[in-house]
């Protein structure tokens, strides 16, 4: 059983904020971890625990995840995984699409700011280059985590045969109904249902049909999802992000959640529980060794891993320059209107100054553990004393975090109006 449901289990019928907010959350330690964690503060303080925090963190930067998309030729894929990056056909490192056959190789597309996450662009298996057999054989299926089976129209007989090849292997598939916009612009052309609820009854009919064409394949209670790669946050694009978060052990969702474009504010969330996680592990490496005293703050802090972890909590937050500027081109918006609509000082230059000066430590002796981001291991905040480096470390990091997201969500809602 995974760790996150084990824990889930373990809290029985607890009903705290607290312990709902533990059994939700993505953790990336297991008990065992964490009760050793506590055991070794207790014998020898932060020092004690630094190396195992250190390896956590090492674990979580290495992580790995490699998802393959595949189906028949033309179906869509390569649109698809610029889509789940964030990015255009025009723009640099997209895949490419074409309408005649395009993808001849399997290619792996790395994230933007997470190099160890990959999507997988597969050829189609359709092609004239692969028989059915030859092309399982050669796209290495074991390799990948999950897959992305995408259709264009009907599920064919290859998609039946991809989904029991990955089934054989005992890996997750998701099967895509891209294209959803021709459907309902072919329903329009033949003069059928008005307005949206024709549309909604055309996705339910879609939806049916396909649910029955694949139980009559042998997977009665598929994942399916209709989409559009052209707008991402429409139909089941943003259900779909959910569904293959989900299906992760803890340190892999992690890794998947912080690399999904923020499509929803619900997606926005889930980044910051998952970075806020992370919080607690930087302030206790920030302590101690290599940290200054910062004048205008009344502990020593590692101004190096603050200012760090600001710019990562940026870049995981689609907050960074080239985000915003692929953003801006996808919307056809301008960076400097998503800037101003984002409203943060903390898309400039990080500085200490500017840490000291906005005064993200200043709230800290009102912060309890839970609002410093510190419900999964609350013993660890017990053990420091306020205007420690920890919680000072804690609080800064924390009121950072929370400013990013609110303007996470605010560039988010400029972006919805912009379709
Ligand atoms: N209308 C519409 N067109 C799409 C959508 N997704 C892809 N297309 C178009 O479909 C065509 C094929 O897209 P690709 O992404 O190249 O398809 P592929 O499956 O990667 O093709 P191969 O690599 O040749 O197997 C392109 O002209 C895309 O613009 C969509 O959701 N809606
Ligand atoms: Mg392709």
Known sequence: MRDKDRQRRRMGNASSRQQAAQSETPTFFTQEELSKLKSDFETGGGENVKPLIRNKMKELDNAELNIAVTGETGTGKSTFINAMRGLCSEDEGAAAVGTTETTMEPTGYPHPNLPNFRYWDLPGIGS?????????KEMKFEKYNFF???????????????????????KKFYFVRSKIDNDLHSMRLKGGGGGESGEV?????????????????????????????????????????????????????SVFILALPNLSVEIIRKKGEVLK???????????????????????????????????????????????????????????????????SPLLGDITQ?????????????????????????PFIGSLFGAGSSFLITCSILSNALKLLIESSEKVLAVTKRAH
């Open 353 to 377: 100054h500017l840490i000291v000066r906005r005064r993200l430590g200043a709230a800290l002796v009102a912060v309890s553990t839970v609002e410093a981001g510190l419900y999964f291991v």
């Open 148 to 170: 992305i089976i995408v259709s264009a129209g009907r599920f064919t007989e290859n998609d039946a045969k991809l989904a029991k090849e990955i089934k054989r292997l005992g």
């Open 201 to 253: 009854e055309e996705l339910e009919k879609i939806r049916s049909y396909c649910f029955s064409k694949l139980g009559k394949a042998g997977f009665p209670d598929p994942n399916m999802f209709l989409i559009r790669s052209y707008k991402e946050n429409m139909y089941d694009f943003p259900r779909l992000m959910e569904a293959l978060a989900d299906s992760l052990p803890s340190i892999k969702e």
């Open 277 to 343: 996680e992370r919080i607690w592990m930087l302030a206790i490496i920030s302590g101690g060794v290599g940290a200054i005293p910062v004048p205008g703050l009344s502990a020593a802090c590692d101004m190096g891993i603050l200012i760090g972890a600001i710019i990562n909590f940026r870049e995981c937050l689609c907050l960074d320059d080239a985000a915003l500027r692929r953003l801006a081109e996808r919307k056809g918006k301008s960076m400097e209107e998503l800037k101003a609509a984002a409203g």
């Open 128 to 136: 004239t280059r692969f028989t059915t057999g030859s092309y399982l």
